[in-house]
Structures are given as structure tokens and as C-alpha cells.
């Protein structure tokens, strides 16, 4: 079973520039939510995506969107990069309702904006 | 404030010893309680999750939580080398699936 897999696992990006991730869920799983790691932080929750819809949000600017396609698979988009924007980003998966306790984190995609 | 406060650490102690760890958090709405632990340039992993107060065991693993006082821990016996991480608590409320809290961590070396 492959978990969750994430892409790029690395990238550098320029001030002003914008970047997108992509996450692929664990088989089985329908939603999928994102996260920000700042250095030495806990994970921040970004929004999540069920049914190709963002069902909850947190406090994050417009600057940062998803997509969810038809096979559960995400994009996290993030426009106009901030040398703040600099983080891990997570992507995790899990099943709706009472299976959102159990939360496949993958890797994630290490962000270096210059 | 933070909403969820956590101790970074480092928390050092020998192989074999007990691990302590705990969170404080001020949303008396949070009624589930995670343990996640993670690796230097890995994901978070679930340990255990529990439901409101009460204890819960899992192997070498002892998730504990008081919401009387907004106090959750997690306990883990016989250390060994291997348990070295970063462990993470998390907690959400009832209606907000897949929108956990963290806090910021506590790095754990255990030493031969």
C-alpha cells in the first residue's frame, strides 16, 4: 500500500513566483487536507478538499488554493510567494466522518522561497 | 496565546527510562486527542488517539487526558534509541474532521 505520496519533494522559489503541489492519497481514502510546517513548529492546518469541494479552511490568505480531482488526488497552489511561505508542506489523507481521527500524513514538499 | 502549548524540548533520557510528555491547551470544544510522532524529514505518524477524558494503552504507549484541567499526555516505557523524534500533540473538535491543532513539539533523544 503506497501512502501518501507527495511532489516535489524539494523546490526553491523566488519572491513573487507561485509554485503548486500535488499529493496523491492513500488508496481508499476521499479527503484530503493540507498542512504548513514552519522550522521547529507544528503543523498548521491550511483547508481540506472532500468531494472536489474545500469544506473547511484555516486562517490563510486567498493567496493559497487547492483542487481536488475526481480520484481524490490534490493540488495546493500558492500565488504572489512570501519569503514566509518558506515550509514543509503536508499533505494528509484520510476517510470522512469517524475515519478523519486517523489522519496518513506523507512527506511532504519542502518549500525555499529566496 | 497559542491555543495548544507544548514543551520543544530537548527532552534527553537513557534507554530504558520513561517518557513523559504533555500539552495544555485553552478550547475547552476540543474532544479528540492525538499523538503524533515525527522523524527528522518525515511525515507525522499517528500513535494514538483518545475521546474526551480517560486513559488509553497501546503497547509501550499510555495516552492519558484530563479535560477537567485541559491536560493531555502521552507516557512511554522502556525507552529505546529508536523512539527518538519529535512527538506532536493534536486536537480537534467534533464537527471540524480533519482540521487538528498542533502543538509545536517536544524533540526526544534517547541515549544508549
Known amino acids: 500500500d503506497a501512502g501518501v505520496t507527495q511532489s516535489p519533494t524539494h523546490l526553491i522559489k523566488t519572491r513573487g513566483q507561485q509554485v503548486t503541489l500535488r499529493c496523491s492519497p492513500k488508496?481508499?481514502?476521499?479527503?484530503v487536507s493540507w498542512y504548513q510546517q514552519a522550522l521547529g513548529q507544528g503543523p498548521q492546518f491550511i483547508f481540506q478538499?472532500?468531494?472536489?469541494?474545500?469544506?473547511q479552511r484555516g486562517n490563510f490568505p486567498d493567496r493559497f488554493s487547492g483542487h481536488q480531482f475526481p480520484n481524490y488526488s490534490s493540488e495546493l497552489n500558492v500565488n504572489a510567494l512570501l519569503l514566509g511561505d518558506s515550509a514543509l508542506y503536508l499533505c494528509?489523507?484520510?476517510?470522512?466522518?469517524?475515519?478523519?481521527?486517523?489522519?496518513?500524513f506523507g512527506a511532504g514538499s519542502r518549500l525555499t522561497v529566496l | 496565546q497559542k491555543e495548544v502549548e507544548q514543551d520543544p524540548g530537548p527532552l534527553s533520557v537513557p534507554e530504558g527510562a520513561i517518557v513523559s510528555l504533555n500539552c495544555t491547551y485553552s478550547?475547552?470544544?476540543?474532544?479528540?486527542f492525538m499523538w503524533y510522532r515525527q522523524y527528522s524529514r518525515k511525515g507525522p505518524e499517528l500513535l494514538m488517539y483518545?475521546?474526551?477524558?480517560g486513559n488509553k494503552e497501546d503497547g509501550r504507549f499510555t495516552a492519558q487526558v484530563d479535560k477537567s484541567s485541559k491536560y493531555i499526555s502521552l507516557f512511554i516505557r522502556d525507552s529505546q534509541p529508536s523512539d527518538s523524534a519529535t512527538y506532536l500533540c493534536?486536537?480537534?473538535?467534533?464537527?471540524?474532521?480533519?482540521?487538528?491543532?498542533f502543538g509545536a513539539g517536544t524533540q526526544v533523544v534517547v541515549t544508549p
Open positions: 483518545t475521546y474526551s477524558s
Open positions: 494528509a489523507s484520510s476517510l470522512v466522518g469517524a475515519g478523519a481521527n486517523v489522519l496518513t
Open positions: 493534536a486536537m480537534r473538535v467534533t464537527d471540524s474532521w480533519g482540521k487538528l491543532q
Open positions: 478538499y472532500y468531494e472536489e469541494e474545500e469544506r
Open positions: 488508496s481508499g481514502h476521499d479527503t
Open positions: 478550547n475547552s470544544a476540543f474532544q479528540y
